[in-house]
């Protein structure tokens, strides 16, 4: 009869360089720099491809980074909304006393506090601003990957690269504020999802200094703290946490309605000069029907199926059981999105903040073997970076 011998094996050597590798990735201060590593790394890229497209579209990188909303918030931070340079127009051309009133003051008013620094100039300071937001607003997704249920730091990692990827996240680094309000929004969120709702308070306060976005921010924390409320759970923090929200948001509509003597002030500076207004998706679906019917750009193109895919994300979430803030959050932002009759180049930009919504697939995508989540996020890493530079450089107009 054959008998089997018992075959002895010898472990992996504990020096060897495959586990020396591992346990330096398991390193507290490689897990602490990783998310601002794959965030700097995947924005690189996108500078890379900006680089390469300027030049084919004999653009300037730097013109290229400050164009657009970026000239309005780089001259509130040099001069004030008074000592805006007078040949910023809204979108007929036209100017007065209260257009500026337009953009929110938390972004240009951090630019003015770099800029007063020795050797710093105001361009330069508007995107140290936005490169350290982005720093922050990374470390803030990792803990919201490891926080949600289902959560881990690899989920919280691979949120922090669709992020960095995005089609529009070339904005994170322009002299725009989407970078320094998704940092206040995503450890915001942080602080709702753990139940620290001074910090989720606070850092929505904030974000309401920096965009209007901030209201479906502002419903999320205050809903959640109003049923932690009702359930007595946490004790005061939650009320003081939701009536903290708010204030940032009502507080600068509140200067402007009394700036302009309109208790509507700052929605009628936006219909004035640039004829946005809430029309509960029309204009919206007449864009979209338009542009499928008969494609006229591809980044117009784009941003109708970027909307679809959305949508799909908001029933993604809802079916996986995605914490409900996290889902209320990425919705609203989606809602005033697709509701808003604005320019509609910009519904493509507008969605970065709702980046709740890729929190799904980050926990689908952590679960997979480590050589499909490199190909799959290095696949869209370099979609983004083209699309980013696409928009900025071969598309002539506003994003």
């Known amino acids: 009869m054959a008998t089997l011998e018992a075959v002895h094996v010898e472990p992996e050597d504990a020096s060897s360089p495959r586990e020396r590798l591992a346990r330096a990735a398991r ?29 084919r579209w004999d653009r300037d990188v730097t013109k290229a980074l400050t164009s657009w909303d970026g000239q309005w918030f780089l ?85 922090v690269v669709l992020f960095a990827a995005s089609p529009m996240a070339v904005v994170l680094s322009m002299t725009y504020s989407e970078a320094t309000f998704c940092a206040l929004a995503a450890w915001s969120l942080v602080g709702v999802v753990e139940r620290r709702w001074l910090p989720a308070g606070l850092c929505c306060a904030g974000a309401g200094l920096v965009r209007p976005t901030a209201g479906a921010l502002v419903l999320a924390v205050c809903a959640a703290a109003a049923l932690a409320v009702w359930q007595r759970r946490d004790g005061w923090r939650p009320w003081v946490g939701g009536a903290l929200a708010p204030l940032g948001l009502a507080g600068y509509l509140a200067y402007v309605a009394v700036v302009t003597g309109r208790w509507d002030g700052w929605f009628a500076v936006q219909r004035a000069g640039w004829d946005s207004r809430f029309d509960g998706g029309a204009a919206t679906g007449k864009f979209a029907l338009l542009v499928l019917g008969d494609p006229r750009s591809v980044l117009e193109l784009a941003t109708v199926w970027f909307l679809v895919v959305a949508l799909g994300l908001v029933a993604l979430g809802l079916r996986r059981g995605l914490e409900w803030p996290l889902v209320v959050y990425g919705a609203g932002v989606l809602v005033m999105d697709l509701g808003s009759n604005g320019l509609m180049n910009s519904k493509a930009r507008l969605l970065l903040p709702a980046f709740t919504l890729l929190v799904p697939v980050a926990l689908a995508l952590a679960r997979r073997r480590t050589s499909t989540v490199v190909v799959v996020l290095v696949g869209l890493s370099v979609f983004g970076a083209w699309f980013g530079a696409y928009a900025i450089t071969a598309w002539r107009y506003a994003i």
């Open 27 to 55: 390193h507290r201060a490689v897990l602490f720099l990783a998310p601002a590593a794959l965030f700097l790394l995947v924005r690189e890229l996108g500078l890379l491809a900006l680089r390469l497209m300027a030049d």
């Open 75 to 159: 001259g509130i931070a040099g001069g004030g909304y008074g000592g805006v340079p007078g040949g910023l127009v809204d979108a007929f051309g036209r100017r007065s006393a209260e257009t500026p009133l337009a953009f929110f003051p938390g972004y240009p008013a951090l630019v003015r506090w770099v800029d007063a620094l020795p050797g710093v100039g105001t361009v330069g300071a508007a995107f140290a601003v936005s490169l350290v937001s982005g720093l922050v607003c990374a470390h803030g997704l990792a803990r919201l990957g490891s926080s949600v249920f289902g959560g881990s730091l690899r989920a919280g990692l691979v949120l």
